[in-house]
């Protein structure tokens, strides 16, 4: 009899916001494959019975690991085997769940797909920073600044036109190309002082905010040291940061607390 496997996110990092069915799965299935995002709090909570395969990957490691996911996702779910898939953030937002869903579609083993919430949301929002607002805000775009950059086919994003369509752009795994987004963005319409927040590790006890505009956006990061993961926040929406950040790695970050 062939198994089942859950497509899970686990959220931004916070094991707080993890979803009460993620939670669930952890603690059921037999067999937890996890990635890089998965915060450490959540792998340490798997029960000592489950067994748990680290499939991640940093960026510059060799793609062949989804082909290995793949096949460790089969060879469970072949065998009666409960499987939970378990990514950061959403699977479905820049997480390859799809592409793993339609994996498992082709070979005719069942999978479940377990929304989580994405840090392209929840860092914003620990950072005090809303993505929409009544007076700055009432159009945003994720975008991811990793694929598209080494012409293999990957869906890539016109920067130039998204300047002119929203008023909010968060991007996801751009620190590496920030400069050239920051240029594309600019040539498209969006003024070098348009603010910008970049967060990272956020919602967990290490988060840092640094803050710049976008004409000064990669300088700021190398200068601080950014490292992934972490993401950018473009738009006015970036310097309510300074008047309503309300988490600070455990502790206020608003004035004078």
């Not at 792998?43 to 082909?67: F, M, N, S």
């Not at 080494?150 to 002119?164: H, I, M, Q, R, T």
């Not at 993961?229 to 502790?251: D, M, N, Q, T, Y």
Request: aromatic share 4%; net charge positive; proline share 5%.
């Amino acid at each position: 009899m062939t198994g089942i496997v859950y497509i899970c996110g686990a959220g931004p990092g916070d094991p707080k916001l993890m979803t009460v069915r993620a939670m669930e799965l952890l603690k059921s299935c037999d067999v937890v494959l996890y990635d890089r995002l998965v915060g450490q709090e959540i792998v340490e909570q798997v029960p000592a019975k489950t067994e748990k395969v680290y499939v991640g990957r940093a960026v510059g490691d060799p793609t062949t690991h989804q082909k290995r996911t793949n096949e460790l996702m089969i060879k469970h779910a072949k065998k009666g085997k409960s499987v939970l898939r378990l990514k950061g953030g959403d699977p479905f937002i820049f997480g390859r769940g799809a592409e793993e869903a339609e994996y498992l579609l082709e070979r005719g083993v069942p999978f479940e797909i377990i929304p989580g919430i994405t840090s392209a949301i929840a860092g914003p929002a620990y950072a005090g920073i809303p993505l929409t607002h009544r007076r700055h805000s009432s159009a945003v775009a994720i975008a991811t600044g990793h694929e598209g950059v080494d012409n293999k086919g990957d869906a890539s994003v016109d920067w130039k036109k998204l300047a002119g369509a929203v008023d909010t752009v968060v991007v996801m795994m751009g620190i590496g190309q920030l400069e050239q987004i920051s240029k594309d963005l600019i040539e498209g319409g969006m003024k070098g002082g348009t603010r910008i927040a970049i967060i990272e590790n956020g919602t967990t006890q290490k988060q840092r905010v640094v803050m710049g505009t976008l004409a000064t956006a990669a300088r700021v990061a190398q200068k601080s040291g950014v490292k992934p993961p972490a993401i950018v926040v473009v738009g006015r929406v970036a310097s309510l940061h300074e008047k309503i950040a309300w988490f600070g790695g455990g502790k206020s970050a608003r004035p004078g607390r």
